[in-house]
């Protein structure tokens, strides 16, 4: 959902243009397996706003540019790559300083024109964008084998029907949900 209710008529005073935003997650996962919990990154605290300007060229794969606060600077705009896994609660949000403008921009900035946005997102499109990152929806592993292309939301389901068969869930943790053709054991209860 949009921070704002405004349709593109309704423009306020002073906007530049509009942005994708994002907050830094409460727990990031580093380490073998992920065991390893933070708060925060190395740059930025926990909860910190980060634009998201559209891409220019390809940082890798998981991986987004993002213009933010720094932690140890809080009152200048630094460029950093971010992993996409560290960030949380996507929106849209109107640019209205010309320093964020300016650091969106990094070197195709144009002095002469310092309250236009380079390469803008549209609305429409940044809320498609943050729409499909809020989805958490992750990828699954059946029997050792990764499946991108099936998704579960998340929480995952115990069972899941596939192809005619079911799954059922073995292990969640870090690395997404694992699913076996084989059904878990039955625990026994003495007594009964």
Not at 48 to 75: C, F, S, T, Y
Request: net charge negative.
């Amino acid at each position: 959902m949009a921070d704002t209710e405004l349709t593109e008529e309704e423009t306020p005073d002073g906007l530049l243009g509009w942005c994708l935003v994002a907050n830094v997650a409460q727990e990031i996962a580093r380490g073998e397996s992920g065991l390893d919990i933070q708060r925060g990154t190395k740059h930025f605290p926990v909860g910190a706003l980060l634009w998201i300007p559209p891409v220019r060229w390809d940082p890798g794969w998981g991986r987004w540019h993002a213009v933010g606060r720094h932690r140890g600077n809080g009152r200048r705009y630094v460029n950093m790559v971010v992993r996409t896994d560290d960030l949380e609660n996507f929106r849209v949000k109107g640019v209205y300083s010309e320093g964020l403008v300016r650091s969106l921009n990094g070197y195709d900035h144009d002095p002469a024109a310092p309250r236009t946005l380079q390469n803008p997102w549209t609305r429409e499109r940044a809320q498609s964008w943050a729409d499909g990152r809020n989805d958490l929806r992750e990828g699954i592993v059946i029997d050792g084998q990764r499946h991108p292309r099936i998704s579960v939301p998340n929480p995952p389901p115990a069972e899941l029907q596939v192809g005619g068969e079911i799954l059922h869930l073995a292990q969640y943790g870090t690395r997404g949900p694992h699913y076996s053709r084989m059904p878990p054991p039955v625990e026994w209860v003495p007594g009964a």
